[in-house]
Every structure is written in C-alpha cells, then in structure tokens.
C-alpha cells in the first residue's frame, strides 16, 4: 500500500479491498464535486437543515484527506452557487458561517500538508469577513503545490462564461485580436484558467442535474452520480467513484484505437 495511506485504511477493511484495485497510475488529475443532499438528510432525521451542513463539513474535511492521500492534485468543491441566496437568509448566514470556521480551523492542517486553497466566483458576492478568511487561507497557502482545494463560492457557471466575454473584451480594447481567439485562449479568461479540466465530476444524492456547475470546464468529463447524500458520503464512496472511472473509457469524441485498424 502507498505510505501516505498506511494508518489511514484499515488492514482487512472494504476501503482496502478498492484501494488494491485502484491504478495509481491513471488516478484523475482533477475531481469535482457537486456535495448534495444535506437538506435531506437533515429532514430524514427531523433535525433543522444546518444540522445537514454541518455534517456536510465532515464529509468535506475526509473526502480532502482522502483526495490528498491517494495522490489527487485537484479537488474542487461546489459549496455556494448564485443560486443559493434564493434560500432563506438564516440558512445563507448558517452556511457562510460554517465555511468561515472551516477556513480559521483547517488553516494548520493545509500548511501541514502541504495543500493550497484556491476561490472560484464571484467573491465581492460574499460577507467580508468570510472574504478576509478566504483571502488570508489563500495567501497563507498559495506556494503550497501537494493539492489543489478550489472553493466554488457565489459561483454560477453561466456567469462565469459572462464574465469571461467581459474580460475579452477588456483585452481586445488593449489590442488582443478576436481572429486569435480558439478555445484555449478563450479557457484563460475563466476563473478556472490555472486549473486543467475536471476528469471527474461526482454527484452525490441523484439528482441527474448539473445545476450550472463548471458548465464550459467538463465537457469531455466522466459524470458519476451516487444516491448517497453528502453528509454520508465517505472515502469508500469516493473509491468506488475512482475506480468506476477508471473502467470508462474517454475517447474525447474519436474511436477506441481497436476501431482504428
Ligand atoms: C447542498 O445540499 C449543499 C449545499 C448547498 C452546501 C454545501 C456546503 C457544505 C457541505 C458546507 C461548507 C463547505 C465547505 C467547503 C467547508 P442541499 O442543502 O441542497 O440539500 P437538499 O438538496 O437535500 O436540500
């Protein structure tokens, strides 16, 4: 076993069982996850939704353990979408709340392990101390290079894509010639552009949605959808994602090589 995972998985464990079926050497570079399902598993137990968040954030801190252990270099999380502030303000306030703790808490354990915090969205969008938390994580992060956690905060993809035509043509008034333009110039106008493309995007709860979510970014992506809700979404959920997508095979809109011949 990898040594960054020994101790983390039980000898005999089901979690060993899929980590010897794993193949390091084609892991995805980069996972994204759409965390749903908290609301629910909040009201299947009669609690308010908070308590669904809040359990969410357990999720959140194994499946960045996990990612980081097993060799992962980009995670990203969808944690607030534009659409969110349609929820009621003390669910909104709850959730920024949550993530400002999460930021002052794990602060040690990503310098630690070496890992860098990096925000997709619109952060003027967001409570000013939830944006001084995020900026000082950034910062206190940013030449950190084991893994990659992007936040997608206040994040909307469709805006996302809006925001990029506006940068283009902010550069074209300074002389970038539109002929120039193809898609991998047009990628560096996305909040995304130091990041490569999601492999995989993981869904948990079901819903067979997108919901808005990197919408330019995973067009050649596995999509993996669980019925799991987020706050019981654990490392072997996770492993099953991985190796379901390493039985896929991407063909990026060609043939499989046998159909080559
Ligand atoms: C979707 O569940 C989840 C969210 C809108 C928020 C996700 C946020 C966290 C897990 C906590 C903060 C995150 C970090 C990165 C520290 P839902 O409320 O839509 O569930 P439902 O569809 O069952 O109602």
């Given amino acids: 076993m990898k040594k960054e995972l020994e101790g983390f998985i039980e000898p ?95 602060d040690k354990i990503l310098v630690e392990n070496n890992l860098s915090l990096k925000m997709i969205g619109q952060l003027e969008g967001l409570p000013n101390s939830v944006q001084r938390e995020l900026k000082r994580v950034i910062d206190l992060t940013k030449n950190n290079n084991g893994m990659y956690i992007i936040l997608a905060l206040n994040y909307g993809g469709r805006t996302e894509i809006v925001d990029a035509v506006r940068k283009l043509f902010d550069e074209a008034k300074k002389g970038f010639d539109i002929n120039n333009l193809d898609e991998s110039s047009f990628s560096k106008f996305l909040y995304t552009s130091e990041f490569p493309d999601p492999d995989l995007v993981i869904r948990t709860s079901g819903e ?21 809700l987020w706050p019981d979404f654990r490392k072997r959920d996770l492993l099953e994602a991985i190796l379901d997508y390493q039985k896929r095979e991407r063909r990026f809109g060609g043939l499989s090589p046998s159909d080559y011949s």
């Avoid at 794993?22 to 570079?29: K, M, Q, V």
């Avoid at 607030?80 to 930021?103: D, G, H, I, Q």
């Avoid at 067009?219 to 799991?228: D, L, N, Q």
């Fill in 208 to 228: 067979m949605r997108i919901s808005n979510f990197l919408l330019w970014q995973i067009a050649y992506s596995e999509i993996w959808i669980t019925p799991v």
């Fill in 12 to 106: 005999g464990s089901e979690e060993e069982k899929l980590i010897k079926k794993i193949d390091f050497s084609r892991l995805p570079r980069h996972i994204a996850i759409i965390m749903d399902g908290n609301g629910r598993w909040a009201k299947e137990r009669n609690l308010p939704r908070i308590r669904g968040h809040e359990e969410g954030i357990k999720s959140v801190k194994e499946t960045v353990e996990t990612c980081a252990r097993l060799g992962i270099k980009y995670l990203t999380l969808y944690a607030f979408s534009k659409e969110n502030w349609k929820r009621p303000k003390t669910e909104v306030n709850a959730l920024w709340k949550l993530l400002e703790n999460y930021l002052r808490n794990e």
